[in-house]
């Protein structure tokens, strides 16, 4: 029987989309805040005049509220902001947050002399922009005060019209995510419906979102939600215990999510050691609640009915993952 594993949603740290929700709700407000654009501050009022001594004496309830500021602020001034690197105590807690210009540092070199590459480099953006603000945990009221802020930036900022471009301010509005969805749902294509989008808003550049957008919500749409991953885990480990010819696997990928699911119950394995002279390979597309593709190994009876072998779930069709359930 395949051992239990704890999967976890990305820390704050980490920048990479979240394919699976699993239930643990650690730092999650926070790890995706870059990439949704949404501020839970209406508006800019107040935002125009501030200066970088009175943002210096800010306080914020939470590191929430003081990401969603410097998102309101980047905007105002022209800039794609992200959240940076966080700090921990002994005990482990976050005691500091940095939140910086999404030009901030510089793309790694290792990536820069890959010489293995399947795809052309994407432009160099980052250019060591020094532009900052770092919060801190005040001790005794647990409230989080503005340690360090630097304004100025190394590189042009953005005009008004193509701020909404910017990967910390682009948004797809619920409306815009159920038109999507819907779309989606009788075969069309995304570039199609980006096109339709573009059509019904009369140009391109009007709007506010950009393909990839729809492609990262489309993975948002797949990924499973509510901790139905650990919950599956431990369904599938009571029918091992009640069943001693349950057999099942899975892989885990980067970041501590899963990738494939393959299980096989006893009742199978007699099917299989009878009628499995044949063996059906197929695979369903989009057919279930997180549309993913789910593989069936069947095969056909003495009263020529469908039996099955084994069943996997996927979270994407590489090659990687067809050799892994073969």
Known sequence: MASTSKFSDIGVSNQQDTMFDTGVEADRDLSDWEASGASTVPGFLGLEGLQAE?????????????????????RLKGFSSRCDKIVRNTFGEIVRYTFVCNRQGFRE???LEKVDRKREHKVVTRCECLAEMRIKREDGSGKWYVSRFVEKHNHELAFDKLVDYLRSHRKISEVEVAHLTSMREIGISIPKIYESFAAQLGDFNLVTFAKQDMYNEVRKQRGLQGGDVNATIRYLEGLARMDG??????KVGAGQHLCNLFWSDGRCHEDYSVFGDVLAFDATYGR???????????????HNQTCIFGTTMVS??????YIWIL
């Not at 279930?288 to 003495?302: R, T």
């Not at 994407?316 to 993952?321: L, Q």
């Open 54 to 74: 009175h943002i210096l004496e800010m306080e914020f309830s939470t590191p929430k509220e003081a990401s969603n500021f410097y998102n309101n602020y980047s």
């Open 109 to 111: 070199k290792k990536w």
């Open 288 to 302: 279930n609640k997180y549309n993913l593709p789910v593989v069936v190994f069947s095969g056909v009876n003495h």
């Open 245 to 250: 010819r349950m057999f099942w696997r899975y």
């Open 316 to 321: 994407c069709e590489s090659h990687e993952s």
